[in-house]
Each structure stands twice: as C-alpha cells, then as structure tokens.
C-alpha cells in the first residue's frame, strides 16, 4: 500500500493542485480503487503527461482546438500563440503573414501589440522609482515644469500609471502632431473627474509616464526600451521601430474589412503601444513576470513591482498598467474587466491603502490592439502558466479571453 501511493503521488505531481487534495485523502482509499480513480481523473482533464504524446504534442492539440476556429470565425490570416506550462514553453504558429505573399507565420514574425506595450512601459518606470529617480506620489509639474499650475501638472505619477487621471481621452486629439503641441495641449487639458476616483483608459496617461521615465534617465523613450529592457531580458527580436535587417519578419496587419494596414509613428505612440515582437519574447517578458529566467536585481525588483495593486474597479485589481483578479476568477469577471464599459465609461475606483503587495494566486492580464493586430497576454502565477496570442488582424477581445480561458482549463489550470 505505501508503495503504491508514493507511485500514485509522483505520477499525479504533474497534474496542477490536484496532488494536493490527492495527500489529504489518499489513507482513506483502498490502493487500487485510488490507482483506478486517479488514472480516471486524469484522462477526463486531457492532462498532458498520461496521453501517450509528448507534452509538446499535447500542448498543440490543445491550442488547436480553440485557435483554428478563432481563425476561422474571424478570418484571421496568421496567429502566432506561445504558452509556458510545467517550466515548459512553447509557440505553435498558423496561417500567413502576409495575404498577398502568402509567406508563413514562423518564430521569428513579428506581431505589433498595441497596448501590452504599456507593461513594458511601466516596467521602466518601475524600474526608475527602484533607483530613486521619483516616486509615484509625485506631481507631473517636478519633472515638467511648464506645467506648473496646471491641472495635469497636478497629476501623480500614479494616476498616469493606473488610468487615474479623472479624463485623460482615450487617444491625443490629431493635432496633436509634436512635443510642443502636446505641451500646449496638457496645459490646457482640463479633468471630468477629480483624479484618483474613477478609471478612464488614456493612452496619454501612460504615454506621459513613459516621456517622464526617459527624462530622468536621460535617454529618449526610444533608445531606453531597447537597452534598459529589451537587452537585458534578452529580448533580441522586440523593437520600438522595425530595422531594415528584420524587415522581413514584420507580418502585414489587416483591418476587420481585411485593409491592409500597419501603425503609424505618433506623439507618445512608442511609449504607450508601440512595440512589435514575437511570440517567443512576449512570452518570455510574461515568464520573468512570473519569477522565472531573470536573477535578482533592480531589473527583478522592477518587474515584480508592476504587480503591486493600487486600485479597485470593480472585480478587477488595477496595478501599474497590469490587470489582476483574485483566483478564483470567473468568466463574467475577467468579460466586464475588459468591457466597453470598463474602458470608456469611467468606473469609479476604491484606492489600496496601503497598496496591495504582489500575489502569485491571480490571474494577471493585458489587452493589446492596433488598427491591424490583436493581442492578449495572460499568466497566473502560482500555476507557472502563461499565454500570448498574437492575430495579425483586429478581433474582438472577448473571444482572446475565452480562448485563452479554454487553454488554461485544458491545460490542467486550477482557477
């Protein structure tokens, strides 16, 4: 008897939580009636170690039976989907790049991500208040001066990282064409709300975060990406602006009407959704999110501290730029934390005091889109599991999280 369950113990430690609840019970089970019900249980979840494939090839059945159909309903031409699970990573790639080339979707496509470059944004600045360059209670108008006196020079740091700001639009009107038009347009900018009681989505909000974090490092925004992120995570196929070199990798973008299209340069575009990458750095940025591949540091420090939570919007806990549910987290939740109401009709916010230090038991996600790519990125923590599905055509954001819900579940995800 206690040979079979140090058998029954080793073979389900691959199988999620359930080994946990496996020990509590496992004394009260006759031997073989216990060996029977664990081998059911298994097989009923798909668990990867007991199909008689390689977790690779399990892997791959499971992303296909929620990606193919994605494709299909919205006439997506490639996607590019990486997954970590059991310390394991993996990109599974589909369809083209490029409709009129007909050029595959490989490793090395490169995807723009719209928003999810926000994380990596806040990562900066994270990674500038760990050095002592500011502190998010700090006003805009310190390291800005020109807007001294004026309501956005009023702001915090923190209002700007956590969609705070009490009526930031959405995107920059259009003539908003240079940095000294931006500057005449924030002196005059003027809140719907007062700062730190609602949460409206503004790419200027980041954007300004990002500008700031470049000044006190004395960099421009896009010659800090590169070498304060992107190098040191060895992220070798990310860029704020294509190189000749990899042009060829950068798949074509297609409207929901299949316009080709791709983005273009902006004021505070780099610093609030401009990043292109590939499947395989994304997913990496999101396993160093997770603890793994990345030693102590500042750099270490800076990553986990964008986890910290500051304010409540409903179910959703909002951090510096990232999302996050407490497990477990519902379907209903994680829709009405992405939803058109969420985004644009300004939810009222309860601040963390004092703010909610970082948790491995959520569930942790960031949205991304352009006029011509559609992005999601998700990981929980305490399951080591992580996702990144990168569409080179715009598609709803409720299907990106169903889908990715689908994968975690099939995937032995416990949430």
């Not at 001066?145 to 209002?159: I, K």
């Not at 294509?242 to 297609?254: K, L, T, V």
């Amino acid at each position: 008897m206690r040979q079979n369950l140090r058998s029954l113990y080793i073979l389900t430690s691959c199988c999620g939580d359930f080994h946990h609840e496996l020990k509590v019970r496992v004394r009260t089970i006759p031997g073989r009636l216990l060996a029977f019900a664990v081998l059911l249980f298994m097989m009923m979840n798909l668990t990867p170690c007991l199909a008689g494939e390689s977790n690779e090839e399990s892997c791959r059945k499971v992303v296909d039976a929620s990606v193919l159909p994605l494709m299909k309903k919205h006439g997506i031409p490639g996607m590019s989907v990486g997954i970590t699970v059991g310390g394991k990573s993996y990109i599974f790639n589909y369809g083209v790049a490029s409709r009129s080339t007909k050029k595959s979707i490989t490793d090395h496509s490169i995807f723009e991500i719209g928003s999810i470059s926000k994380t990596m944004t806040a990562t900066l600045a994270s990674l500038a208040l760990i050095e002592g360059k500011f502190s998010l209670a700090d006003k805009v108008s310190v390291f800005l001066p020109a807007l001294s006196g004026t309501e956005f020079g009023d702001l915090t740091l923190l209002n700007l990282g956590t969609h705070t700001s009490g009526g930031l639009p959405l995107q920059l009107p259009e003539s908003v064409t240079t940095n000294e038009k931006l500057m005449q347009y924030l002196q005059s900018w003027k809140p719907k709300h007062k700062p730190g009681t609602v949460r409206n989505y503004a790419n200027p909000g980041i954007g300004m975060l990002g500008y700031i974090t470049a000044k006190v490092l004395k960099q421009s925004f896009d010659e800090l990406m590169p070498t304060a992120l992107f190098k040191p995570l060895g992220m070798k196929e990310s860029y704020l602006q294509i190189p000749d070199s990899a042009s060829e990798f950068y798949a074509q973008g297609y409207t929901e009407k299949d316009v080709p299209v791709r983005m273009k340069k902006a004021v505070l575009a780099s610093e609030a959704y401009g990043v292109r990458t590939t499947a395989s750095d994304l997913l990496h940025f999101l396993r160093c999110n997770m603890g793994d591949g990345l030693a102590d540091g500042n750099l270490r420090r800076a990553i986990e501290s964008t986890h910290t939570g500051y304010f409540k919007a409903r179910a959703m806990t909002q951090d510096l730029i990232w999302e996050q549910y407490p497990l477990p987290v519902s379907e209903k939740d994680l829709l009405d934390g992405s939803s058109h109401a969420m985004i644009f009709e300004s939810p009222a916010v309860t601040k963390i005091t004092p703010p909610e230090k970082p948790r491995t038991d959520v569930w942790i996600h960031k949205t991304g889109s352009t006029a011509g790519f559609a992005a999601y990125a998700a990981f929980i923590p305490r399951e080591k599991l992580g996702l990144v599905l990168l569409a080179n055509k715009t598609y709803p954001i409720e299907d990106r999280i169903l889908a990715a819900r689908a994968i975690f579940k099939s995937l032995g995800g416990n949430f």
